[in-house]
């Protein structure tokens, strides 16, 4: 267990072996929950974009249609802005 101090700004510092151990970097974002015997802090890790697109297709399903152009969609959006 780890004891900290509020500084005058409201702010805490988490140890730096804690850090490591737990993958917390600048960024991450931290929840406090409000529990009836203390507070519960819980880390939200942000999804890195170079694991996201290294899952770029791995899900896929049958075309159900005809195939389309890339022209196809921006003669539609052009319409939709016009109508807008």
């Known amino acids: 267990m780890a004891t900290m101090t509020i500084s005058s700004k409201g702010q805490i510092v988490l140890p730096a072996d804690i850090r490591r151990r737990l993958g917390l970097v600048a960024g991450t974002q931290i929840e406090i929950i409000e529990e009836q015997d203390g507070?519960?802090?819980?880390?939200?890790?942000?999804?890195?974009?170079?694991?996201?697109?290294?899952?770029?297709?791995?899900?896929?399903?049958?075309?159900?249609?005809?195939?389309?152009?890339?022209?196809?969609?921006?003669?539609?959006?052009l319409t939709a802005k016009t109508e807008a």
């Open 39 to 77: 507070l519960r802090l819980v880390a939200s890790h942000p999804v890195n974009p170079t694991t996201v697109a290294s899952c770029a297709g791995m899900i896929t399903a049958p075309s159900k249609g005809k195939a389309r152009r890339l022209a196809d969609f921006d003669a539609a959006l």
